[in-house]
């Protein structure tokens, strides 16, 4: 092997040891309770089974994956709808000013992601801060119930990934030629068009990175929804935590997390496909 | 006077300014009729921001932009029956083609049928037939060019205007396009705006030509006028090949300078600069002409040879060009001698 060919194997060495050590490792240990049965105490008992993944179809579970999916896609939806207005201000202010305003939209990051869910509680609580305002404009009626709902549950998500999904959708609004966009309007296109056919197709990688990453993320979240859905409202990644650390039954657990991770891959995948369909698939085939 | 040379365009004193900057200084200029018109100027003259005005993407400070009489100034780019060939070409990434050139006749919520019908036309005039279901990302830079030009001529604009269109072609492809782009213009019968910094790309293709230098208007004219009578030493020196000499005018209106006298018209007294082609300078053996020289450099074009002459005339040597064949053996560190043709000089008066 020539060295050229043996230094970037090199180089990715010590991340994919890495990987392999603290993520496949484990994933695959954990993967494997997935195949025996429950320890009295917790822990595992080896003796093969398949009835831990019969029971993540039961429609129980079943509905809770469902219903994590319906919360991480609103959350998508939400997260997108805020973040591509913004990322588009801030892809057309000054060359200058563009990275202070960056800045300014990763600042949360900066801070503990449980002490910036703890604040949400002290937003949204029945004598929060946001109830307290309303008073003090002079709203007399009983103080409303925001915390412990799903939309509390959706706005802790939304808050938490929106950075994310800003940076996404302005690393691929920041690297369109805006002469395209000046070719639509010359063309005949208003601005609304112009957003409509150029813009937006061209920066559906950007959304579609910024989606998946904030739905995968949110679908297996469990710190948010037991923090601001105060237990109410299980999702997933609920459900896995509580298996391992309060049912004791680890092999469900691991069956429950093998579903939510297979979820994730697949959905990875597809983002990837549709990113380099849209970048460029097309290359190949000409070459052909 | 007939209908061709009618202005369709009228600039009339448009100035726009960028904060402290003037872009583009009250600039008045006609455009004609089925004109094929070049924007002449060194980069940051305002050239482009003048063409982008024009399109509407910059609107001006002062003045108005008149076409067919008719002032366009407030209208946005979308609603002027003017379109840009951009420089990048800016096609559209995402679409083939021909979904490139349909787009700006959808956008015309014309039938189906005729955008069809006219893209195909369109695509067969600028010989992308073949590519119809390409890419940009498949194409040539001379296939995007032509997709580019395309799409703006599929629009049938009254005006045509191109930024730069041959930039990014090397520079063979450019000389072919050159030829083509005037040869599309003349068939598609659409006046054209180009503009441009190289100055033989516009003797080559204009019908007539402005000269910008700092947003202000230098000269208009055709390319044989712009060349042969330059306004100023600017022009002069901008367009073509010149040779300047400084002096001054004497009182009986006789250019002088050290060991060299030239009668010229229209000279006033004073400090004075006299501007020579070199094509318009004789050469012989010492003695023959007035003017004494040693040539410095000897440079081969294929088709003519570019001697460089030190005279005590001037401090940078006089470019002198003579065909190659039968120039004579002439070599470096050879004495000469030179005459000016005095019907060919200018004198810019400083």
Redesign the interface.
Known sequence: MSFNATRPTLLAAPGVAWLVAFMVVPCLLVLSYAFFQRGVWGGVEYTFTLENFARVADPLYAKIFLNSARIALTATVVAILIAYPAAYAISRAPRMTQPILLFFAVLPFWSNYLIRTYAWIVLLNREGLINNLLRALGYTGEPLSMLYTESAVITGLVYNYLPFVILAIYSTLSRLNPELMEASRDLGAGPVRTFLRVTLPLTLPGVAAGGVFVFVLSIGNFVTPALLGGGRFQMVGNLVYDQFLTANDWPFGAALGAALILTMIVLLLLQARATAHASGERKGEAER | MNSSSNPILRIEGVGKSFGPVTAVDNVTLDIRENEFFALLGPSGCGKTTLLRML???ESPNTGRILLEGKDISPL???KRPL??M???Y?????MTVRQNLS??LE??RLAKAEIRRRVDETMAMTDLTPFAD??P??LSGGQKQRVALA??LV?RPKVLLLDEPLGALDKKLRERMQLELKRMQNEAGITFIIVTHDQEEALVMADRMAILKDGRLLQVGAPEEVYERPADRFVANFIGVMNFIDGKVGADGLFAAEGLQVKAAGAKAGAATLAIRPENIAIGPPGDHPVAGTITDIAYHGLDRVLHVKTAASETPLQVRIPASGAGNWKIGDALSLKIDPAKCRLFNA
């Open positions: 399109a509407g993407f946005p780019p979308e379109n840009l951009f420089q990048s800016a096609l559209f990434p995402h787009y700006g956008m015309e390409r890419k990302e498949q799409r703006a629009k």
